[in-house]
């Protein structure tokens, strides 16, 4: 069944401000998450991923938080930018359900909008 | 970067027809993975392949499906008898890792498939 959801399926911005997408897991054995952006007639492009041994990751302009206590992990994005606009997934992998790490189980999706 | 690339970027075959979905992973990645969004809908996983065989595959796989190596550096996704519910966007994935942390899924652009 559903495992990974997303609060809000669409999310509008203002070029340069700040956006935070979130994310709902229901399995708290899930031990890595994983956000990927999907540009409108491309494949899901990796972002960012994290463990659940951690709470926080930094990459570039994106920052991912993970809430063990209340099962959410969200994606912050600095700056953002109309390039951004895309639709972004977060998803888990396939081994806490008894799959395999590469079983990846996508949520739904929010797409981001970035006004000008 | 190095980059999953697909072929074609769309197929429109009838019902009943087989069809052969072509994918190039990344050149040094060892675990190969098909996974496919129908219009609307979450990424689903399909199958995923190493060392030459099939190590999972989800129940969407059924008996129609098959997947294969041929070669060095392709991986192919075959539909015998494609049905009207097979119409969706497949997506080729490789790692090189087992898919976990700090070794992510990279996925191509997909190849729309339209079953008429």
């Known amino acids: 069944g559903e495992s990974v959801g997303l609060h809000l399926p669409t999310l509008s911005v203002q070029e340069g401000d700040n956006s935070i997408i979130n994310c709902a897991y229901s399995n708290s054995a899930s031990d890595y998450f994983i956000w990927y952006k999907q540009e409108s007639g491309k494949g899901p492009q990796f972002i960012i991923d994290?463990?659940?041994?951690?709470d926080k990751r930094q990459g570039q302009r994106v920052t991912v938080l993970l809430n063990k206590t209340v099962k959410h992990l969200s994606l912050q994005i600095a700056a953002t930018q109309p390039g951004d606009s895309a639709v972004y997934f977060c998803?888990?992998?396939?081994?806490?359900?008894?799959?395999?790490?590469?079983?990846?189980?996508f949520g739904k999706g929010t797409k981001l909008s970035v006004k000008p | 970067e190095p980059e999953v690339t697909q072929t074609p970027s769309h197929q429109v075959t009838q019902m009943g027809q087989e069809v052969i979905l072509r994918c190039v992973p990344i050149s040094n990645h060892l675990y190969f993975y098909w996974y496919r969004q129908i219009l609307g809908q979450k990424v689903e996983f399909l199958v995923s392949?190493?060392?030459?065989?099939?190590?999972?595959k989800s129940e969407i796989f059924d008996d129609q499906f098959s997947v294969e190596r041929p070669d060095g550096s392709n991986f192919t996704l075959k539909i015998r008898s494609t049905k009207l519910e097979d119409s969706a966007m497949y997506f080729c994935?490789?790692?090189?890792?087992?898919?976990?942390?700090?070794?992510?899924?990279?996925f191509g652009n997909g190849t729309r498939l339209t079953v008429t």
């Open positions: 994290i463990r659940s041994n951690m």
């Open positions: 998803a888990e992998n396939g081994r806490s359900y008894g799959g395999s790490q590469g079983n990846l189980i």
């Open positions: 994935a490789s790692s090189l890792g087992q898919g976990g942390y700090n070794s992510p899924l990279h």
């Open positions: 392949f190493y060392n030459n065989e099939i190590s999972e």
